[in-house]
C-alpha cells in the first residue's frame, strides 16, 4: 500500500552539507506524518525529525538549527536538508510514515524505507 524509498547519502566532511529524499508512492501521502530516523552501528533507531500533514514540525536537539524537514506532497516527498554535519552525525538514516499527528515514537510509525548511509569524517 505504501512504499518508502530513501536517497541522497553519501560520504562527506565534516561541515559538508546533504539533502535526503524520500519518496512515497500509494495513497494518503499528504495525510500522513513523515518522519526521519537514523541509526549507528551497536546504537538504537533514534528521532531526527518529523513534520505533520499541517507542516508542523519537530527535531531533536542535537539537530536543531542545522537540520530542516520538508515535505512536498505534489511529489509524495519528503526531504531532509542536513547542514554543518559532524561526525556523530554519521548514521544510517530511514524514512518513515505515521497516522499519528504529532509523535516522534519510533513504534508509531508504520511504514518504513530501506535507509541511506551518510558517513561523516573528520
Known amino acids: 500500500q505504501v512504499q518508502l524509498v530513501e536517497s541522497g547519502g553519501g560520504s562527506v566532511q565534516a561541515g559538508d552539507s546533504l539533502r535526503l529524499s524520500c519518496a512515497a508512492s500509494?495513497?494518503?501521502?499528504?495525510?500522513?506524518?513523515m518522519g526521519w530516523f537514523r541509526q549507528a552501528p551497536g546504537k538504537e533507531r533514534e528521532f531526527v525529525a518529523r513534520i505533520n500533514r499541517n507542516e508542523d514540525t519537530h527535531y531533536t536537539d542535537s539537530v536543531k538549527g542545522r537540520f530542516t524537514i520538508s515535505r512536498d506532497n505534489a511529489k509524495n516527498t519528503v526531504y531532509l536538508q542536513m547542514n554543518s554535519l559532524k561526525p556523530e552525525d554519521t548514521a544510517g538514516y530511514y524514512c518513515?510514515?505515521?497516522?499519528?499527528?504529532?509523535?516522534?515514537?519510533?513504534?508509531?510509525?508504520?511504514?518504513w524505507g530501506q535507509g541511506t548511509q551518510v558517513t561523516v569524517s573528520s
Open positions: 500509494g495513497r494518503t501521502f499528504s495525510g500522513r506524518t
Open positions: 518513515a510514515a505515521s497516522y499519528s499527528y504529532s509523535t516522534v515514537a519510533v513504534g508509531s510509525f508504520n511504514y
